[in-house]
T-cell receptor, first 113, second 122 residues
Framework: AQTVTQSQPEMSVQEAETVTLSCTYDTSESDYYLFWYKQPPSRQMILVIRQEAYKQQNATENRFSVNFQKAAKSFSLKISDSQLGDAAMYFCAYTSGYSTLTFGKGTMLLVSP | GAVVSQHPSWVICKSGTSVKIECRSLDFQATTMFWYRQFPKQSLMLMATSNEGSKATYEQGVEKDKFLINHASLTLSTLTVTSAHPEDSSFYIC??????????????????FGPGTRLTVL
């Protein structure tokens, strides 16, 4: 069974600084997708970024980028120029094709002025 | 695009009553919808996968008779919590997978999430 591990229950960052959230996963599949979701206090799940395993290039979306290390089964999220609005719970998630999403336990990101 | 709504956003009910939660895809057709449960400060736990026109597939440990799921159309799935008890109090989230994307030749599997429903059972 696939598992997703987020080892940081909570992270703190100051505005304008950079923070990296860690995620590792375990799978025997060769083709799969990885996601980072943001869940703010409203609890609406928001897709931050996705990565296709067959793509070697790391995905980027504005201030958000990932470091995808397929051999190490690692998928970290880097948030640059952190903003107060980035404060939220962040979930790493995995899926292979049409299967269900497997979520990590989440990392609470605190952003201070 | 890709908006999913849930109704109600919150509900309070008495123990022993049933509560129905609706999940709608507003601007796309969803052959598959998913129901999750989330306790405070915890991750999302998949309860069941709902396919249009067929019976839902429940995850291990989820009581089928307590959590009734109906996916009668490509835009609507409902979750009914029957004979609710205080331990059923939780945040319920649905998500939907776009049928067009799923059948478009690729295997990309993005799910679009609803805003969630907070259920409190007294």
């Amino acid at each position: 069974a696939q598992t997703v591990t987020q080892s940081q229950p909570e992270m703190s960052v100051q505005e304008a600084e950079t923070v990296t959230l860690s995620c590792t996963y375990d799978t025997s599949e060769s083709d799969y997708y990885l996601f980072w979701y943001k869940q703010p206090p409203s609890r609406q799940m928001i897709l931050v970024i996705r990565q296709e395993a067959y793509k070697q290039q790391n995905a980027t979306e504005n201030r958000f980028s990932v470091n995808f290390q397929k051999a190490a089964k690692s998928f970290s999220l880097k948030i640059s120029d952190s903003q107060l609005g980035d404060a939220a719970m962040y979930f790493c998630a995995y899926t292979s094709g049409y299967s269900t999403l497997t979520f990590g336990k989440g990392t609470m990101l605190l952003v201070s002025p | 695009g890709a908006v999913v709504s849930q109704h109600p956003s919150w509900v309070i009910c008495k123990s022993g009553t049933s509560v129905k939660i609706e999940c709608r895809s507003l601007d796309f057709q969803a052959t598959t919808m998913f129901w999750y449960r989330q306790f405070p400060k915890q991750s999302l736990m998949l309860m069941a996968t709902s396919n249009e026109g067929s019976k839902a597939t429940y995850e291990q440990g989820v009581e089928k008779d307590k959590f009734l799921i109906n996916h009668a159309s490509l835009t609507l799935s409902t979750l009914t919590v029957t004979s609710a008890h205080p331990e059923d109090s939780s945040f319920y989230i649905c998500s939907a997978r776009d049928a067009d994307l799923a059948g478009g030749g690729g295997n990309y599997n993005e799910q679009f999430f609803g805003p969630g429903t907070r259920l409190t059972v007294l």
